[in-house]
Every structure is written in structure tokens, then in C-alpha cells.
């Protein structure tokens, strides 16, 4: 027997030699010299990519294995039920326990995605997602081999508890002009339309389409395209709900904000420091917020006339990187912003100061959006290393991270959705996660 004093020591981690790189496997060093092995260069890109990768891989099977968890010691559906009817939670603070539960167990399953045209059906990459307010259709942006995007819509009245296929409607006449920012708009209907801003690459190029060009009625009884005008790269854009400053979109370009009218074509300019990255109308006041590169985010009141040298910026606040997306809160006084350097802040529009910072969303210099659910109390953005991060609004504790199912890369970010409501009023909740060529749903079990 040994002594009761005996200590058992572990040998020393290896240190880090540069241009070395150490394999725990094989427990030893390799030379980081590009080239140097004609059949398997070793690079720092490609050691990363690998320790990635096996990473991704891992949390895949342990998604799998484990059906139900929690990110909080003690929250189970009794015990909420318990404290529910005990009175010691509020209606409010049970929904959204709930919801957290629900999102910690939802399980991941892939859609059947059916087109009219099955030549064209999965066949591209998915680049952007966007849902309208009733989450009962999504509009899509996909990339095509020749160049340029391809635009549809998903109907998701399909996505059912039992099934899980939806209906892909194309218009093949809009496929040349690539597409970095997308929303609805509501002219005649609530979503009647959407705002297409074009990117840096092509001639910049603004236009608003009607959403039944995207539909199965006979081509004949279409409207055409409502407007469409060529401008500077655009960034980003977005639709004004509130009446005094009705029919417009606004467009963030380089240096200058545009708000168009589309119904008399009146516009006007705001001129900026800053490339606009993100926009936001407000609802109870025409009252435009605008991220720029620079970091800044600034407000503007529309209705203000254009006279030159006069600042038009009321509220203002800073980030420390480039603001690649906002959100303003329902109430209004308060606004959620993400930055290019991973940050993600709430901030109190009465004091212009940071109340809260959500922690672990990855980003260096990717224009990704945010995706914020008052009613079921989640935030959710997806990173630019493609994990799909879910935290609690109320206290920002990270509630999931969700691996892709494929393997990480620049063109295979995931665009997302999260609703308790897919496909409406009586839609399933769940994430719907667009990846490459494929539709995912992760339900709520």
C-alpha cells in the first residue's frame, strides 16, 4: 500500500512552439509549413477547421443521445406546474419557463420541400430567410451556380405535428441581381410585398415586389414589379407601419439614408458619416433607427425637411464595431443591437445606456441578423462559426447552443426562424433553420 501523503503527478501540458503544431493522438509535433507535405499540408486554418469540426461533430451525437435537458439547476414542467398553482409564479413567468423548457428538448428533423416545378426544388443554396409577421410564409433568397440569387416562398401551412412538407413557389424572372437585404412590406395587405436591396457586387438596385408574383394562380393575373430604381450599394432597408409616414421604405446605402415613398415617389435623403448596415421603423412614431459601420446608431424622424447642413440625429448610441443588426422592442424603449465584434446589447433608449449583454454569439466581421421573441421571452441569433445560440431576454443566460448539420463554412451560415406559430394561428412552434440546400424543423416535443 502506498504512503498517505503519496502524490500522484500528471505530466506537464505540452507548451505551444511556433510554427509547431501538437497532436494529442499521436503525441507529437508537426511543422506548420504550408506545402511542406505535398499529400497533407498542415496549416493553422486546417488545425482549427479539424478541432472545429470534431467539436461539431461531437455535440451532434450528444443532441442525439440526449433527449431532455435543462440550462437551469431544478426547472422541470412539474415543478413550474407546481409553483404555477401554488401562486408563486405569474402567468407571464410560467409561459415563458416554458418556453425555455420547450426550446431545451426541441428535436431536429428535416423537411420535404416540394416545388411545382421539381427541376428546381433543392437544388440551390439557401442564403436568406425571412418570415412575414404571421410566420405563415417565408421568403427565400438562394444562390445559383451561374452567379446572381433565385427568390421564392414557402408556404408553411404544411408543416403539421404528423408531416413536416411545405410548398416552394419560384419566380424564375427575378435570378440575376444578388440580394443582401430583404423585408416585407404591407401596402395593400399586411406583407403584401417585399423590399429587395441589391449588393455590392452588382449595380445597386432597390425594388419592391408584390408577394402574389410568387404564388400557383395562372402567370396572366400577376401584378408586375411596383417599383424598382438603381442607387448606391445598399445594405440594408425597412418598412414604416406607423400612418404619418405611410407607404414608405427607407434604404440604408453608403453614407445616406433614402425613404421612398412608393405610392408618390417622393424622396428623401439623410446624409451619414457611416455606411447603414441595419434599419428599424418604429410603429407609434414615423422615427427611423439606423447601425452603421462606424458603430454608431442614431435615430431620425422622417418628417423632418431637408435642409442642408442641419444634423438629423436624435438619439445616439455607440458600439465598439460595426452594428450589423437592431431591434427595437415592442414598448419602445428599448433597443437590442449586434456588432461585428460578437457583442450583443440591450439598450434603455430613455437613458441611452446598456442595460444588459447577452454573452457567446461569435462574429468578426459578418453581417448576421438578430431574432427577437418578446412573447416567448428568447433571443436568438446564429454566429458566424454556424452555431445557433438561444438565450433568455429577461436575464441573458444562454438557454442552447445548436450545432449545424453541416460542417462549418463561410457560405454555410444558417438563416433561422423561430416562432411558437409556424404557419399561423394554429402553426406548430418550433426553429425552422434554412443550411446549404436544406429545410430543418426544430420542434418542440
Not at 501523503?5 to 501538437?22: I, K, M, N, R, W
Not at 428546381?120 to 433568397?141: H, L, S
Not at 427577437?372 to 421571452?377: K, M, P, R, S, W
Not at 454555410?412 to 409556424?422: C, D, E, G, Q, T
Request: hydrophobic share 35%; aromatic share 8%; with cysteine.
Amino acid at each position: 500500500s502506498y504512503p498517505s501523503d503519496f502524490v500522484t503527478f500528471s505530466p506537464p501540458a505540452p507548451q505551444e512552439l511556433p510554427g509547431f503544431y501538437y497532436d494529442s493522438e499521436k503525441n507529437r509535433y508537426f511543422r506548420l509549413l504550408p506545402g511542406h507535405n505535398n499529400y497533407n499540408p498542415l496549416t493553422k486554418e486546417s488545425v482549427q477547421y479539424k478541432a472545429m469540426e470534431c467539436k461539431r461533430l461531437r455535440l451532434l451525437e450528444e443532441e442525439e443521445k440526449q433527449k431532455k435537458k435543462t440550462t437551469r439547476a431544478g426547472l422541470n414542467s412539474s415543478v413550474l406546474l407546481q409553483k404555477r398553482q401554488m401562486g408563486l409564479l405569474s402567468s407571464t413567468s410560467y409561459c415563458r419557463l416554458v418556453h425555455e423548457l420547450k426550446v431545451n428538448c426541441m428535436q431536429r428533423r428535416k423537411i420535404e420541400i416540394h416545388s411545382p416545378d421539381s427541376s428546381v426544388a433543392g437544388t440551390n443554396n439557401f442564403k436568406i430567410i425571412v418570415a412575414d409577421v404571421a410566420c405563415e410564409r417565408i421568403f427565400t433568397v438562394s444562390d445559383v451556380e451561374h452567379g446572381g440569387c433565385k427568390y421564392g416562398i414557402i408556404n408553411l401551412s404544411g408543416l403539421g405535428k404528423e408531416s413536416l412538407t411545405v410548398e416552394m413557389y419560384d419566380n424564375l424572372y427575378f435570378t440575376n441581381r444578388k440580394v443582401n437585404s430583404v423585408c416585407w412590406a404591407s401596402l395593400t395587405h399586411p406583407d403584401s410585398h417585399l423590399c429587395l436591396m441589391g449588393i455590392a457586387e452588382t449595380p445597386g438596385c432597390a425594388s419592391l415586389l408584390p408577394a402574389s408574383l410568387f404564388s400557383s394562380t395562372n402567370p396572366g393575373d400577376r401584378p408586375g414589379m411596383l417599383c424598382s430604381f438603381k442607387i448606391s450599394t445598399a445594405w440594408s432597408c425597412a418598412w414604416c407601419l406607423n400612418p404619418q409616414a405611410d407607404n414608405c421604405f427607407s434604404t440604408g446605402l453608403t453614407r445616406r439614408v433614402l425613404v421612398t415613398n412608393v405610392v408618390t415617389g417622393h424622396r428623401q435623403t439623410f446624409g451619414t458619416s457611416s455606411d447603414v448596415l441595419a434599419q428599424q421603423f418604429a410603429r407609434q412614431t414615423p422615427v427611423l433607427y439606423n447601425g452603421c459601420r462606424s458603430g454608431e446608431i442614431f435615430s431620425i424622424d422622417v418628417r423632418q425637411r431637408n435642409r442642408k447642413g442641419q444634423s438629423w440625429k436624435a438619439i445616439r448610441l455607440f458600439h465598439g464595431s460595426a452594428v450589423t443588426s437592431i431591434h427595437l422592442m415592442e414598448a419602445e424603449d428599448y433597443l437590442m443591437a449586434a456588432d461585428m465584434a460578437g457583442k450583443i446589447k440591450l439598450w434603455d433608449l430613455r437613458t441611452t445606456k446598456c442595460v444588459k449583454q447577452y454573452q457567446g454569439h461569435h462574429n468578426e466581421y459578418a453581417i448576421l441578423p438578430l431574432h427577437v421573441n418578446e412573447e416567448e421571452g428568447l433571443l436568438t441569433a446564429v454566429g458566424q462559426d454556424c452555431y445557433t445560440r438561444i438565450w433568455s431576454l429577461q436575464d441573458a443566460h444562454l438557454l442552447r447552443t445548436i450545432p449545424s448539420p453541416h460542417p462549418s463554412s463561410k457560405d454555410a451560415i444558417p438563416s433561422v426562424v423561430f416562432s411558437s406559430r409556424l404557419g399561423g394561428r394554429r402553426g406548430v412552434p418550433g426553429l425552422l433553420m434554412a443550411v446549404k440546400q436544406d429545410l430543418y424543423h426544430f420542434s418542440y416535443i
